[in-house]
Structures are given as C-alpha cells and as structure tokens.
Nanobody, 126 residues
Framework: QVQLVESGGGLVQAGGSLRLSCAAS????????MGWFRQAPGKEREFVTA????????NYADSMKGRFTISRDNARNTVYLQMNSLKPDDTALYYC???????????????????WGQGTQVTVSS
C-alpha cells in the first residue's frame, strides 16, 4: 500500500514551464514503476509518461517527447514531471500513479496502475 500526493500545478502562459512533484508515503517508492497521466475537461484520462523502478528506463507519449521529462528521487520517495514548452492543450488534471506488478516493460495503460494520487491542476493560457 502506498499513498501518493501530487503538487506543483498552477497557471502558466503558453511556452512556459512547470515542475510537478509526487510524494509517496507508506511504502518505499523504489518498489514501484511510476507514471503520470492527465485528464482534460470532457476527455478520458491519458498516459503522459512513466519511469522504471531504478529510473534507468522511461516511456513517453508521443506528444510529450522533447517537452516533458520524468525523473525520480527514490531516497526522497518523490517522482517529478518537468514540463517545458507548455501549450493550452496541456491543460488538465495531472495524476501520479504507481505500479507494483512484475510485468515486462513500462506500461502506458491506465488499468496497469493500481495506486493513484488525487491530481494537481495545470492550466496553460494562450
């Protein structure tokens, strides 16, 4: 069992940057593959990025490659999402998620992640 709390969301102009944080408690973060998802108004939740337990491997949605970077600091039980060159279409609730399964690879499906944070709002103005 792990509890996840996101922070760092806010309002930013197009082209700007934000860094989101996901703080974990209850279990050691290194036990989990960690992912970020987002949900925009009127749309389904979609995969953003994920990172392996040791941080050596990452997976990104195509639209986020080159703009977003996921990282983790297992000593601090924290995962980060650095977002650059933000666009109005990036406006969404951003969720942190954890996967403790032994599957091969880094999943990009919502159903693969068993534990979720409450979300943090990112709003990008034009």
């Amino acid at each position: 069992q792990v509890q996840l709390v996101e922070s760092g969301g806010g309002l930013v102009q197009a082209g700007g940057s934000l860094r989101l944080s996901c703080a974990a408690s209850g279990r050691t973060l290194s036990m989990y593959i960690m992912g970020w998802f987002r949900q925009a108004p009127g749309k389904e939740r979609e995969f953003v990025t994920a990172i392996s337990r040791a941080g050596a491997l990452t997976n990104y949605a195509d639209s986020m490659k080159g703009r977003f970077t996921i990282s983790r600091d297992n000593a601090r039980n924290t995962v980060y999402l650095q977002m650059n060159s933000l666009k109005p279409d990036d406006t969404a609730l951003y969720y942190c998620a954890a996967d403790r399964s032994t599957r091969v690879g880094i999943p990009n499906r919502e159903a693969s992640y068993a534990y979720w944070g409450q979300g943090t709002q990112v709003t990008v103005s034009s």
